[in-house]
């Protein structure tokens, strides 16, 4: 049986369950190419996909006049196990409107989950044609559902981790910037500690000091609050789904903020208005923000002066 899963590509769940997407592609890809008949499938596979990809304007109409009127599949090369079981754990605990999850796979190394169409557009969309009072409104709803999030008490099996809904790894691209893939962390010491580079509190200014001297309760939480990630209705403003769950775990209280401040929102104009209206939305930490502000400061400092070391 596993030489039939190895020269077909499957997962093996022995072999490849510790890895990332991309490195189990890459182990399964060496095991298949050492059997007799690797070579021959794995010119088969390529084929078919240079075929599917030549077709794709053809099935994505196929797609959106037949199933993707109700059904929507989203790809990743994240922690697809953790986001479909935080969305489904959101479900079960609050009465926060999310997408229902009916099926994912797996091919080569991207992930598709396959979960329902939600009604209305991206906030994204429309957030700078809305008046004040319409801001206002969505704020209210989106303060309401975060304060359910934050009263959902750890299991205990979780301990003091910073860690996904499952106990395991995040994805957090604040946290680790080339594939977003990081943790668990022991607890908040060991999470500030990554976010220090491994230095010591000591070498850092007074503000970051104070910050990581600070305790918070854990809160389990989105961890990527930005408009793309919030259907609305845009006749009503009534938020229709918070979706793409990939990046909740359990975290400090203050994380949400201080990412929704300094990391998710972008400097386009849609982020630096929808920023002005985080404080109305989540409880606001600043101290902690402006911590967060100055190492991400000074990691891309410490980035471009090791690229000058490196070029001299």
């Known amino acids: 049986m596993n030489r039939i899963r190895w020269a077909l590509g499957f997962p093996d769940p022995n072999l490849d ?3 990332t997407p991309i490195e189990a592609y890459n182990a399964r890809l060496n095991r298949q190419m050492k059997t007799r008949f690797g070579p021959t499938i794995r010119r088969y596979e390529d084929e078919l996909w ?5 077709l794709s304007p053809v099935i994505e109409w196929v797609w959106k006049v037949s199933l993707g009127r109700w059904l929507f ?11 479909i079981m935080a969305t489904r754990f959101v479900a079960s605990h609050t009465s926060i409107p999310v997408p229902r999850v009916w099926m994912s ?7 598709y989950i396959v979960m329902n169409r939600v009604d209305g557009i991206q906030l994204s969309d429309v957030w700078l044609t809305l008046s004040d009072d319409s801001k206002a409104i969505i704020a209210e709803q989106i303060r309401g559902y975060f304060s359910q999030l934050h009263n959902i008490p750890p299991p205990p099996e979780v301990g003091t981790r910073i860690c996904s809904v499952a106990g395991g790894p995040i994805a957090d691209f604040r946290l680790r910037f080339i594939d977003g893939e990081t943790g668990p962390f022991r607890d908040e010491e060991h999470m500030n500690m990554r976010l220090r580079q491994c230095l010591s509190l000591s070498q850092f200014p007074d503000v970051v000091k104070a910050a990581h001297s600070r305790k918070h309760p854990r809160v389990f939480t989105h961890n990527d609050l930005t408009p793309r990630n919030i259907m609305v209705d845009p006749v009503t403003g009534k938020i229709t789904a918070l979706v793409d769950w990939g990046c ?4 400090p209280t203050h994380w949400e903020y201080c990412k929704a401040m300094n990391f998710c929102n972008d400097m386009t104009d849609d982020g630096k208005d929808f920023r002005k209206w985080i404080s109305k939305m989540l409880p606001v930490y600043e101290l902690e923000s402006e911590a967060d502000r100055t190492l991400m400061e000074m990691g891309l400092m410490m980035t471009f002066e090791s690229l000058l070391e490196d070029a001299t």
């Open 17 to 19: 369950a510790k890895l």
């Open 50 to 54: 240079d075929q599917c990809t030549r």
């Open 73 to 83: 599949i989203k790809t990743t090369t994240l922690l697809a196990k953790e986001e």
């Open 105 to 111: 796979f797996r091919w080569q190394w991207t992930h």
């Open 248 to 251: 909740a775990g359990w975290f």
